[in-house]
Antibody, heavy 120, light 111 residues
């Protein structure tokens, strides 16, 4: 059974870079037809897609975050990574990693999420 | 940032049917059959319940159904149960540059 587990610091200082990892087990991150992405949810608010890495090696980013975001994959570790630079309090959120089915553009498996708080 | 609109809340009594709307544009909902719906219980990760407008993943109750008309997609929950009380988010592919655009979410309350 596919499992995704986010990890990383729960507290990041304002203006620094937020870095998270998502370890995938029970399936290969290089499997054809799938995208691996990050979605965040500020406390008490809705979902926002951040970016995704395609099985073709292409990355896709939310235009509103594109200048600050890098999503990458380490195939040797079966791991997805997120870097978000120049963070502010507005970036405080629960960050989820998720698998996207390319054929349906739907997110069919999710990690449990990790809360990242940005504070000075 | 959301390009999709949903009602903030919908409620119903056990056994009733409710419908949640998700309105977008020709760049997303109307232009593609890539509308998905997610159920999220408090403190939990979202769960995919409908993909490609009307398809249910394996294991999802048949009480959940979806359809689309023009720029609006709909999620219907039939035979409402207490366990259906959750937040529901619609999502669509968007040609405006985002793989996934989410609606603001609808809180479903079972009376």
């Amino acid at each position: 059974q596919l499992q995704l587990q986010e990890s990383g610091p729960g507290l990041v200082k304002t203006s620094e870079t937020l870095s998270l990892h998502c370890t995938v087990s029970g399936g290969s991150i290089t499997k054809t037809g799938y995208y691996w992405g990050w979605i965040r949810q500020p406390p008490g608010k809705g979902l926002e897609w951040i970016g995704s890495f395609s099985y073709t090696g292409t990355t896709y980013y939310n235009p509103s975050l594109k200048s600050r975001v890098t999503v990458s994959v380490d195939t040797s570790k079966n791991q997805l990574s997120l870097k978000l630079s120049s963070v502010t309090a507005a970036d405080t959120s629960v960050y989820y990693c998720a698998r996207g089915a390319g054929s349906s553009v739907s997110l069919d498996s999710w990690g449990q999420g990790t809360l990242v708080t940005v504070s000075s | 940032q959301s390009g999709l609109t949903q009602p903030a809340s919908v409620s119903g009594s056990p056994g009733q049917s409710i419908t949640i709307s998700c309105t977008g544009s020709t760049s997303d909902v109307a232009g593609y059959n890539y509308v998905s719906w997610y159920q999220q219980h408090p403190g939990k990760a979202p769960k995919l319940i409908i993909y490609e407008v009307s398809n249910r993943p394996s294991g999802v109750s048949t009480r959940f159904s979806g359809y689309k008309s023009g720029t609006t997609a709909y999620l219907t929950i039939s035979g409402l149960q207490a366990e259906d009380e959750a937040d529901y988010y619609c999502s669509s592919y968007s040609s405006a540059g985002a793989l996934y655009v989410f609606g603001p979410g609808t809180q479903v309350t079972v009376l």
